[in-house]
């Protein structure tokens, strides 16, 4: 099956300063690939997702990149902001109705 | 819309004990699936179903029955509640696995 890992587990950074998280996925029929944002105490929400057809997605501030080549794909997150810091994870999936795998997540602090 | 609901919000169970955990979702989709969520271990995938009377083991399924009677609702069953199923659990649903999952607020079972 499936198999997803997520880098680092913990990351913290200066307000403004870019955040980048990255993970690795085994299964080269995976075609989709969601990132999910997790504020404490709160359920995981989707902020952005890439297929398997595109390379790279923006929305504002946040940016995924994919190579499907060497099966990793990475969230970038610019002008950090103190509201950026949550649990971020990273998830595949090959589609239809196969499970959605989720990385282990990585928790990021924005220090003002 | 309610999107996906839970109950209850927090539980505490005695070793041995049996309980459901309910969720239901109003946004006609027919996939849902249970996770747990444990520190550092990220979201776990325990079951899943793709329709109405259709179920399927996740990554941790021992511990746990589903079923599917409705495509409202997807109710988690411990049958004899362990020290080692302390977590939270959420329960999530999407229009299928290359689509955004909605996740419920989440059960917090502390069992003793």
């Known amino acids: 099956g499936e198999n997803v890992e997520q880098h680092p587990s913990t990351l913290s950074v200066q307000e403004g300063d870019s955040a980048v998280i990255k993970c690795t996925y085994s299964d080269s029929a995976s075609n989709y690939f969601p990132w999910y944002k997790q504020e404490l105490g709160k359920r995981p929400q989707l902020i952005i997702d890439?297929?398997?057809?595109?390379g790279e997605k923006k929305d504002q501030r946040i940016a995924v990149t994919l190579n499907k080549t060497a099966k990793h794909f990475s969230l970038h997150i610019t002008e950090t902001q103190p509201e950026d810091s949550a649990v971020y994870f990273c998830a595949a999936s090959s589609g239809g109705y196969q499970k959605v795998t989720f990385g282990t997540g990585t928790k990021l602090q924005v220090i003002p | 819309n309610a999107g996906v609901t839970q109950t209850p919000k927090f539980q505490v169970l005695k070793t041995g004990q049996s309980m459901t955990l309910q969720c239901a979702q109003d946004m006609n989709h027919e996939y849902m699936s249970w996770y747990r969520q444990d520190p550092g271990m990220g979201l776990r995938l325990i079951h899943y179903?793709?329709?109405?009377?259709?179920?399927d083991q996740g990554e941790v399924p021992n511990g746990y029955n589903v079923s599917r009677s409705t495509t409202e609702d997807f109710p988690l069953r411990l049958l004899s509640a362990a020290p080692s199923q302390t977590s939270v659990y959420f329960c999530?649903?999407?229009?299928?696995?290359?689509?955004?999952?909605?996740f419920g607020p989440g059960t917090r079972l502390l069992v003793l």
């Open positions: 999530a649903s999407t229009e299928d696995g290359l689509e955004t999952q909605y």
């Open positions: 179903s793709v329709g109405a009377g259709i179920t």
């Open positions: 890439i297929r398997s057809n595109v």
